[in-house]
């Protein structure tokens, strides 16, 4: 039967700000957001029998409504109408519930997967307008990139490349929601991040411009219930990182360094720490 493969990469935060919140409970927000190369595999596969079939491996993840994928499908299948079944086999590296959207990344990679498998013929403009109905993310996860996400998210302004960079992800076990995250937001104390300041230096393709100005409003929220964000943070600082953050919601740790022999050796150290399987190195991402 005739199959494609598709990657969902996951995204780090260079800055994330919350301007207010709407009435519906939804959060404003103001993002720099940019895709690494560390990614879920997901191949795509037409079946004669109808319904859609998910295979999640050993990864500790529902088969079939409520995984993103799934329900990504089924968004598709239902709207158009397709024919005969799919049958999808997910292959999970991005770590979950760490603030990496690897959800997102997944349902996007799903859409952009069907669309090709079928010949749907759908704009990525298209595609973020039918993913943003599952999740705020996802338009982001459909374009990539370095991008400025506004609105609830899913309002995307590309912009080029960050700085040539390593990057190192280290994600600590515990973990807290995002839905927890903002309902605990005290939006009346927040020191907001210079996302304008973030988007110039961007433009001006400046390294130091850019580790500078990173910052993420939900940072402290997470850091009460997961402490260890801070001594990572230290730790990443004291191996020659030059700038670093949390991404997203949390709680995982990213580091931004300037070249890949330095990077390694901070890799090195916590690759063999209590947070060894869960630590990445990898580089900027652009479409």
């Known amino acids: 039967m005739k199959s494609t493969t598709e990657y969902g990469y996951a995204k780090i935060n260079l800055a994330l700000d919350v301007t207010g919140v709407r009435d519906n409970g939804y959060h404003d927000v103001r993002m720099i ?11 795509l596969t037409k079946t004669d029998a109808p319904g859609i079939t998910l295979s999640v491996g050993t990864a500790p993840l529902p088969a079939g409504p409520g995984n993103l994928v799934y329900d990504a499908a089924k968004l598709l299948f239902d709207k158009y109408e397709l024919p005969g ?44 307008n039918l ?40 994600k600590p076990p515990a973990g807290v929601s995002t839905g927890f995250v903002y309902k605990n937001l005290n939006m009346d104390a927040l020191t907001h991040p210079d996302v304008d300041g973030m988007i110039d230096a961007i433009k001006r393709g400046s390294y130091i411009g850019v580790v500078s100005k ?74």
Do not use: W
């Not at 770590?95 to 759908?122: C, F, H, Q, V």
């Not at 990572?232 to 004291?238: E, P």
């Open 33 to 43: 957001m940019q895709s690494v190369d560390l990614h879920d595999t997901l191949k």
């Open 214 to 287: 990173l910052g993420n409003v939900l940072e402290t929220v997470t850091l009460e219930h997961c402490p260890e964000i801070a001594t990572i943070k230290s730790q990443m600082h004291q191996l020659g990182a030059d700038g670093v953050l949390m991404s997203g919601s949390g709680p995982t740790v990213y580091g931004i360094f300037p070249t890949k022999e330095a990077a390694s050796f901070a890799y090195t150290h916590f690759r063999v720490g209590p947070y060894g399987s869960e630590t990445y190195l990898v580089r900027p991402l652009q479409p």
């Open 85 to 128: 079944g799919l049958y999808i086999e997910l292959d999970k590296r991005i770590p979950m519930s760490a603030g990496l959207a690897g959800g997102s990344s997944d349902a996007a990679a799903t859409l952009r997967g069907i669309n090709r498998l079928y010949e749907l013929g759908l704009s990525s403009t298209e595609l973020c």
């Open 131 to 170: 993913g943003v109905t599952l999740g705020a993310d996802i338009p982001y996860c459909i374009m990539g990139g370095t991008a400025l996400a506004e609105g609830i998210g899913e309002i995307i302004t590309p912009l080029p490349a960050m700085p040539g960079c390593r990057i190192l992800l280290v």
